[in-house]
């Protein structure tokens, strides 16, 4: 499986970016999909998450009502709409797979995902 995650860049706070992370060599309308971010000197931390048909998503704390996941199961694309950004949201964001097909719900850990992407730089400038 390929995940290539796209749409990073350079914003000013209070702007808007949406990452967008195609997927191919598996169904993926079977699969969970998530995404981290990882700070420098931080740990990857958890962002935000979406169930197979999309009908449930989840958040970390720090985002809530400022980002959207949303995914395309005839494209094969999981999007991630970033609004009101905030230096602190400085990161490489990765998409993620989940390791096995068909599990319910939305998996919100590290240890849900098998297949990662290359990451894509948000910049956020004061």
């Given amino acids: 499986v390929q995940l290539q995650a796209s749409g990073g860049g350079l914003v000013p706070a209070g702007g808007?970016?949406?990452?967008?992370?195609?997927?191919?060599?598996?169904?993926?309308?079977?699969?969970?999909?998530?995404?981290?971010?990882?700070?420098?000197g931080k740990e990857r931390e958890f962002v935000a998450a979406i169930s197979l048909s999309g009908g449930s998503t989840g958040y970390t704390d720090s985002v809530k009502g400022r980002v959207t996941i949303s995914r395309d199961n005839v494209k094969?694309?999981?999007?991630?709409?970033?609004?009101?950004?905030?230096?602190?949201?400085?990161?490489?964001?990765?998409?993620?797979?989940?390791?096995?097909?068909?599990?319910?719900?939305i998996a919100t850990t590290r240890d849900d995902y098998g297949s990662w992407g290359q990451g894509t730089l948000v910049t956020v400038s004061s």
């Fill in 16 to 40: 808007s970016l949406r990452l967008s992370c195609a997927i191919s060599g598996r169904t993926f309308s079977t699969y969970r999909m998530g995404w981290f971010r990882q700070a420098p």
């Fill in 76 to 105: 094969n694309t999981v999007y991630l709409q970033m609004n009101s950004l905030k230096p602190e949201d400085t990161a490489v964001y990765y998409c993620a797979a989940d390791r096995a097909p068909a599990r319910a719900g």
